[in-house]
């Protein structure tokens, strides 16, 4: 009797303890599930190439705890490949153009550099890099200041030089170095095309002040054949915030050579107005890459792109810049009203002038956004 008593004493404590185990899971899963009620989805979407990744990491380092040095120094072969792959773009360019353009001398290299190019041009078809030693960024070098590279490099639009061409051959010294480990600079440039979905949750007041909203933002490949994975988060997204590059009204795109960036990210831009998830779901388009635009505005009419070809240039210098960004500003905002329901007109539609390089810029654009954002959730909630 007393060891049946005994059992049962025994049993009835695992049930306790089970019961125990199981109540704080559950009061686990309440919390969690009160928690993410307070977190609010971004989605940032935009074609490729659009800056879209550049943001993604200014988050990380400007409301987050940065790059470690391992992570810094996972960059390294991705930084090396992209010198790598963008000398063999221009070199390869350059004889194309010494083969089809009328004014083709300009194009031809060097006698000395000739040798060099080819070599290179053979290291950046490779799927595996060497690592980047002096030897090589001096032959790199002298080729990127060849005149016959420099012309064509002036036609990169043509070519898909990427825009981290200029910051990487001024430090092919530095990024050569033996003990070489990429800055957050550095990784800020780094190009690596965004396969698949990341997300990074943050506070651009930070994580300690109860004022500050708690935000998980989503980035997912721009190219075409990454879009398929978008539709799957498009449920219960507080904003979305489109990046369009208004550099890139003369390059075509690196999937289709055939096709305008610009006339892609129209496009693109009026799909996602009219997704039916989005009928209550604020909107922040971020104007990227003006850092670029303001220099090229100058020299490349904006008239070569379809969308811009009503364009009348009324000045030079930043007059000419400023007019030029606001016809842009004013046509992506048509485009806005003009795929917007009219049972949608109401919800909330900001647009900001972005440079994803620049973290000032960055930064105080993300605390525009917070604002924005707080105050539709108060007059949501009867507040204001």
Same mark, same amino acid.
């Not at 987050?64 to 992570?71: M, N, R, S, V």
């Not at 060097?110 to 190019?117: A, L, M, R, T």
């Not at 050569?176 to 480990?181: F, I």
């Not at 008239?303 to 210098?317: A, H, L, M």
């Given at each position: 009797?007393?060891?049946?008593?005994?059992?049962?004493?025994?049993?009835?404590?695992?049930?306790?303890?089970?019961?125990?185990?199981?109540?704080?899971?559950?009061?686990?899963?309440?919390?969690?599930?009160?928690?993410?009620?307070?977190?609010?989805k971004l989605?940032?979407?935009?074609?490729?190439?659009?800056?879209?990744?550049?943001?993604?990491? &200014?988050?990380?380092?400007?409301f987050?705890?940065?790059?470690?040095?391992?992570?810094l120094?996972?960059?390294?072969?991705?930084?090396?490949?992209?010198?790598?792959?963008?000398?063999?773009?221009?070199?390869?360019g350059?004889?194309?153009f010494?083969?089809?353009?009328?004014?083709?001398?300009?194009?031809?290299l060097?006698?000395?550099?000739?040798?060099?190019?080819e070599?290179?041009?053979?290291?950046?078809?490779?799927?595996?890099?060497?690592?980047?030693?002096?030897?090589?960024?001096?032959?790199?070098?002298?080729? #990127?200041?060849d005149?016959?590279?420099?012309e064509?490099?002036?036609?990169?639009?043509?070519?898909?030089?990427?825009?981290?061409?200029?910051?990487?051959?001024?430090?092919?010294?530095?990024l050569?170095?033996?003990?070489?480990?990429p800055?957050?600079e550095?990784?800020?440039?780094?190009?690596?095309?965004?396969?698949?979905?990341?997300?990074i949750?943050?506070?651009?007041?930070?994580?300690?002040?109860?004022?500050?909203?708690?935000?998980?933002?989503?980035?997912?490949?721009?190219?075409r054949?990454?879009?398929?994975?978008?539709?799957?988060?498009?449920?219960?997204?507080?904003?979305?915030?489109?990046?369009?590059?208004?550099?890139?009204?003369?390059?075509?795109?690196?999937?289709?050579?055939?096709?305008?960036?610009?006339?892609?990210?129209?496009e693109?831009?009026? #799909?996602?107005?009219?997704?039916?998830?989005?009928?209550?779901?604020?909107?922040?388009?971020?104007?990227?890459?003006?850092?670029?635009?303001?220099?090229?505005?100058?020299k490349?009419?904006l008239?070569?792109?379809? #969308?811009?070809?009503?364009? &009348?240039?009324?000045?030079?210098?930043k007059q000419?810049?400023e007019h030029?960004?606001?016809?842009?500003?004013?046509?992506?905002?048509e485009?806005?009203?003009q795929?917007?329901?009219?049972?949608?007109?109401?919800?909330?539609?900001?647009?900001?002038?972005?440079?994803?390089?620049?973290?000032?810029?960055?930064?105080?654009?993300?605390?525009?956004?917070?604002?924005?954002?707080?105050?539709?959730?108060?007059?949501?909630?009867g507040?204001?």
């Open positions: 009797m007393g060891l049946l008593c005994s059992r049962n004493r025994r049993y009835n404590d695992a049930d306790a303890e089970e019961n125990a185990q199981t109540a704080e899971i559950e009061r686990r899963i309440e919390l969690e599930t009160k928690a993410e009620k307070h977190i609010q989605l940032l979407l935009g074609a490729g190439e659009s800056g879209k990744s550049t943001i993604f990491k &200014q988050i990380k380092l400007l987050q705890t940065g790059f470690d040095e391992a992570e120094k996972s960059y390294l072969p991705v930084i090396h490949a992209n010198v790598y792959q963008t000398i063999k773009l221009l070199h390869d350059s004889k194309e010494a083969q089809n353009d009328a004014d083709f001398s300009k194009y031809v060097s006698h000395e550099n000739k040798e060099i190019g070599k290179l041009s053979d290291i950046g078809s490779r799927l595996d890099y060497p690592y980047l030693t002096k030897e090589l960024a001096q032959e790199i070098e002298n080729l #990127w200041k005149p016959a590279i420099q064509t490099y002036a036609r990169g639009s043509e070519l898909q030089i990427p825009d981290c061409t200029d910051y990487f051959m001024e430090n092919l010294q530095r050569s170095d033996a003990n070489y480990v800055t957050k550095d990784v800020l440039y780094a190009r690596v095309r965004t396969t698949g979905v990341v997300e949750q943050f506070s651009p007041v930070g994580e300690n002040k109860k004022s500050g909203e708690v935000y998980r933002l989503f980035d997912v490949g721009g190219q054949n990454e879009r398929r994975k978008w539709i799957h988060l498009f449920e219960g997204v507080s904003a979305v915030i489109f990046c369009a590059a208004i550099s890139e009204y003369d390059q075509t795109l690196f999937e289709d050579e055939n096709r305008n960036r610009m006339m892609e990210t129209k693109l831009f009026e #799909w996602v107005l009219k997704q039916p998830c989005f009928e209550k779901t604020s909107f922040m388009l971020f104007l990227n890459k003006f850092d670029i635009f303001e220099k090229k505005i100058l490349v009419p008239s070569v792109c379809e #969308w811009f070809k009503d364009y &009348q240039p009324v000045s030079t210098g000419e810049i030029a960004y606001e016809f842009v500003k004013k046509k992506f905002e485009s806005y009203f795929n917007t329901a009219p049972d949608r007109v109401d919800r909330v539609f900001k647009i900001y002038r972005t440079t994803a390089l620049d973290q000032k810029v960055v930064k105080k654009t993300f605390k525009l956004v917070d604002e924005t954002l707080r105050r539709r959730n108060l007059f949501e909630a507040l204001l």
